[in-house]
Protein backbone atom coordinates (compact mmCIF):
# COMPACT_ATOMS: atom_id res chain seq x y z
CA UNK A 1 0.00 0.00 0.00
CA UNK A 2 1.32 3.46 -0.69
CA UNK A 3 1.79 5.91 2.25
CA UNK A 4 -1.46 7.86 1.14
CA UNK A 5 -3.80 5.03 1.42
CA UNK A 6 -2.34 4.12 5.08
CA UNK A 7 -2.78 7.87 6.10
CA UNK A 8 -6.57 7.76 4.75
CA UNK A 9 -7.31 4.59 7.65
CA UNK A 10 -7.74 4.51 11.03
CA UNK A 11 -5.42 3.56 13.48
CA UNK A 12 -7.10 0.72 14.86
CA UNK A 13 -7.30 -1.01 10.95
CA UNK A 14 -3.25 0.21 10.57
CA UNK A 15 -3.03 -2.13 13.48
CA UNK A 16 -4.54 -4.97 11.59
CA UNK A 17 -3.03 -4.56 9.19
CA UNK A 18 0.54 -4.63 10.88
CA UNK A 19 -0.35 -7.73 12.63
CA UNK A 20 -0.38 -9.68 9.10
CA UNK A 21 3.55 -8.52 9.58
CA UNK A 22 3.80 -11.04 12.20
CA UNK A 23 5.42 -10.28 15.44
CA UNK A 24 5.84 -6.56 15.63
CA UNK A 25 7.14 -5.20 19.20
CA UNK A 26 5.39 -2.31 20.70
CA UNK A 27 2.09 -2.46 18.14
CA UNK A 28 -0.58 -2.01 20.91
CA UNK A 29 1.57 1.47 21.76
CA UNK A 30 2.30 2.60 18.54
CA UNK A 31 1.00 5.98 16.83
CA UNK A 32 -0.84 6.40 13.40
CA UNK A 33 2.79 7.93 12.49
CA UNK A 34 4.59 4.79 13.56
CA UNK A 35 2.08 2.66 11.92
CA UNK A 36 1.98 4.27 8.39
CA UNK A 37 6.12 4.04 8.27
CA UNK A 38 6.00 0.31 9.51
CA UNK A 39 3.71 -0.53 6.73
CA UNK A 40 4.63 1.70 3.92
CA UNK A 41 8.20 0.00 4.87
CA UNK A 42 9.79 3.10 5.68
CA UNK A 43 11.84 3.77 9.18
CA UNK A 44 10.51 1.84 11.93
CA UNK A 45 10.32 2.96 15.42
CA UNK A 46 11.91 0.34 16.89
CA UNK A 47 15.19 1.91 15.80
CA UNK A 48 16.55 0.44 12.40
CA UNK A 49 17.69 2.73 9.45
CA UNK A 50 18.27 0.87 6.72
CA UNK A 51 20.41 -1.76 8.08
CA UNK A 52 19.16 -4.82 9.54
CA UNK A 53 19.23 -4.82 13.46
CA UNK A 54 19.23 -2.58 16.16
CA UNK A 55 21.45 0.01 16.25
CA UNK A 56 25.12 -0.05 17.59
CA UNK A 57 26.48 2.16 20.69
CA UNK A 58 28.78 3.84 17.55
CA UNK A 59 25.21 4.55 15.42
CA UNK A 60 23.90 6.13 18.78
CA UNK A 61 26.44 8.26 19.61
CA UNK A 62 26.81 9.62 15.76
CA UNK A 63 22.48 9.90 15.86
CA UNK A 64 23.30 11.92 18.73
CA UNK A 65 26.29 13.83 17.30
CA UNK A 66 24.70 14.69 14.52
CA UNK A 67 20.88 15.77 16.58
CA UNK A 68 23.22 18.27 18.31
CA UNK A 69 24.16 19.96 15.60
CA UNK A 70 20.55 20.21 14.24
CA UNK A 71 19.30 21.52 18.02
CA UNK A 72 22.22 24.23 17.73
CA UNK A 73 21.00 25.24 14.08
CA UNK A 74 17.60 25.77 15.41
CA UNK A 75 18.32 27.43 18.23
CA UNK A 76 20.23 30.24 16.13
CA UNK A 77 16.96 30.44 14.29
CA UNK A 78 15.02 30.36 17.24
CA UNK A 79 13.10 27.98 16.29
CA UNK A 80 12.02 26.56 19.78
CA UNK A 81 9.52 24.18 18.51
CA UNK A 82 12.18 22.58 16.70
CA UNK A 83 14.56 22.61 19.32
CA UNK A 84 12.20 20.42 21.77
CA UNK A 85 11.88 18.27 19.07
CA UNK A 86 15.56 17.56 18.97
CA UNK A 87 15.81 17.38 22.94
CA UNK A 88 13.17 14.92 23.04
CA UNK A 89 15.02 13.19 20.49
CA UNK A 90 18.57 13.29 22.27
CA UNK A 91 16.76 11.88 25.63
CA UNK A 92 15.23 9.37 23.55
CA UNK A 93 18.80 8.11 22.01
CA UNK A 94 20.60 8.63 24.98
CA UNK A 95 18.24 6.16 27.09
CA UNK A 96 18.78 3.38 23.70
CA UNK A 97 22.65 4.03 24.58
CA UNK A 98 22.66 3.94 28.58
CA UNK A 99 20.80 0.63 27.91
CA UNK A 100 23.63 -0.54 24.85
CA UNK A 101 26.08 -0.05 27.71
CA UNK A 102 24.29 -1.99 30.73
CA UNK A 103 23.96 -4.67 27.82
CA UNK A 104 27.54 -4.77 26.44
CA UNK A 105 28.66 -4.22 30.64
CA UNK A 106 26.41 -7.79 31.43
CA UNK A 107 28.62 -10.96 30.96
Known amino acids: MDA ?5 MTVAELREEAKKLGDVKGLAT ?6 VALLSGGATSGG ?10 GDLKQKIRSLKKERTAALQKVQ ?6 F ?21
Do not use: F, I, W
Request: glycine fraction near 6%.
Open 80 to 85: RAKVDE
Open 4 to 8: DALKK
Open 30 to 35: MKKDGL
Open 87 to 107: NTALRRYRRKLRRAARHKAKP
Open 48 to 57: SHGKSGPLTR
